[in-house]
């Protein structure tokens, strides 16, 4: 009975804060975001290919993080992820950009915007969704939502965030405070960009979400070391490998297992099995550069071959990440085909900390049919 009403009471709340993904309240903007946390199998290497030596997994160096055999979990394992819904009936799901791998849905607001995030949890483990802060979280409100439970986050963005010269936008990341180490190793992070004000504006009038207004494009990579072994769902892991407990114990004394479990990935990606990352010829890109963990070797060096970027006035094919880092680049593509973005860092390069990114000439032959 006491369930039930609880149901009921929270079907009720829903109810009301169920309205459009932008408002207006006291002067401020509202924008709201429906986000579940949700399990998946995820394969670090779908194409089960080693496209940058363009040879087999089996070979080394990829075979100990990508093969499965009875003492190694592989390219695939259980996961949780942050995805985007419609509406607070989350039945309608967002179509997610496979080029983001298994980082969350993209939050943006403007500088003093008001963002509504209703969290429901549907995986099988209490999470949360906070931003990075160096605030105490020990007390934080909705610090673990349960299996099954909802709750509403509200962000107040100051209105007197400082932009870099020339840039319209920064970057930040949210992520699962319930268990930190575990969480984030789980899969649970995702980008957050704030913009200048007047900057989100509909590209049409009939839109549902606004987009930013003279940006042709953002690419969002995020470069990590997610060790699988200290994820939350690890032991889903090790089940769905068929390896028993007692392997499992044994297991767990070989350096090399320990090793075989680190996937050194661009968006969850190795080997250069990522998901398209496709900019135009001519056409501004901006590059959000996100690095996100916890361990003493995570620091990156993002490097591109084929374009240069503009970071902080000048310009660069290279920018350091240290453990936490959230940087914004723009480009503006000139050097049309196939590109390797990586990591420079030798270790994490040979592990497969690669990716291709695509550069595309849009032409036009006069046989599209306008003007006829
Ligand atoms: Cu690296």
């Known amino acids: 009975m006491i369930i039930t009403l609880l149901v009921l009471l929270l079907n009720a709340a829903v109810q009301v804060i169920n309205c459009a993904p932008t408002g207006q309240e006291n002067n401020r903007t509202?924008?709201?975001?429906?986000?579940?946390?949700?399990?998946?199998?995820?394969?670090y290497a779908p194409m089960g290919w080693d496209n940058l030596r363009d040879q087999p997994l089996e070979n080394t160096p990829a075979k100990l993080y990508t093969v499965r055999t009875p003492t190694r979990i592989g390219a695939v394992y259980h996961k949780a992820i942050y995805r985007q819904y419609?509406?607070?009936?989350?039945?309608?799901?967002?179509?997610?950009?496979?080029?983001?791998?298994?980082?969350?849905?993209?939050?943006r607001a403007q500088a003093g915007d008001q963002v509504r995030i209703l969290f429901y949890n549907k995986a099988s483990k209490p999470h949360s969704l906070h931003p990075h802060t160096s605030k105490k979280t020990d007390s934080l409100p909705g610090k673990s939502v349960e299996p099954?439970?909802?709750?509403?986050?509200?962000?107040?963005?100051?209105?007197?965030?400082?932009?870099?010269?020339?840039?319209?936008?920064v970057a930040w990341t949210y992520a699962s405070k319930s268990n930190t180490v575990g969480d984030l190793n789980a899969g649970l992070l995702g980008p957050i960009v704030i913009y200048k004000p007047g900057t989100l504006v509909k590209p049409s009038?009939?839109?549902?979400?606004?987009?930013p207004q003279g940006i042709d494009q953002e690419i969002f990579t995020i470069m990590m070391t997610t060790d699988e072994g200290l994820s939350t769902y690890f032991s889903e892991s090790v089940e769905e490998a068929g390896i028993s407990l007692d392997t499992l114990e044994t297991l767990r004394t070989d350096?090399?297992?320990?090793?075989?479990?680190?996937?050194?990935?661009?968006?969850?990606?190795?080997?250069?099995?990522?998901?398209?990352?496709?900019?135009?010829?001519?056409k501004p890109v901006r590059w959000y550069v996100i690095a996100f963990e916890?361990?003493?070797?995570?620091?990156?060096?993002?490097?591109?071959?084929?374009?240069?970027?503009?970071?902080?006035?000048?310009?660069?094919?290279?920018?350091?990440?240290?453990?936490?880092?959230?940087?914004?680049?723009?480009?503006?593509?000139?050097?049309?085909?196939?590109w390797?973005?990586?990591?420079?860092?030798?270790?994490?390069?040979?592990?497969?900390?690669t990716s291709f990114y695509e550069v595309e000439k849009e032409e036009y032959t006069g046989d599209e049919g306008w003007g006829k």
């Open 30 to 43: 509202i924008r709201n975001y429906y986000i579940t946390a949700e399990e998946i199998v995820w394969n």
């Open 86 to 107: 419609t509406s607070s009936a989350f039945k309608v799901p967002i179509a997610h950009d496979p080029g983001l791998g298994t980082l969350g849905p993209i939050i």
């Open 148 to 169: 099954g439970l909802m709750y509403q986050y509200i962000w107040n963005i100051p209105s007197n965030v400082n932009f870099p010269v020339n840039q319209s936008s």
């Open 205 to 211: 009038p009939g839109s549902t979400f606004e987009r």
């Open 255 to 282: 350096p090399l297992f320990e090793e075989s479990n680190r996937m050194y990935h661009i968006n969850s990606y190795v080997f250069n099995n990522n998901a398209d990352l496709r900019v135009f010829y001519g």
């Open 294 to 338: 916890l361990e003493d070797e995570d620091v990156h060096t993002a490097h591109w071959h084929g374009s240069t970027l503009l970071y902080h006035g000048h310009r660069v094919d290279v920018v350091d990440l240290m453990s936490v880092s959230f940087e914004v680049l723009d480009m503006i593509p000139d050097n049309e085909g196939q």
């Open 340 to 353: 390797l973005f990586h990591c420079h860092v030798g270790q994490h390069f040979e592990a497969g900390m």
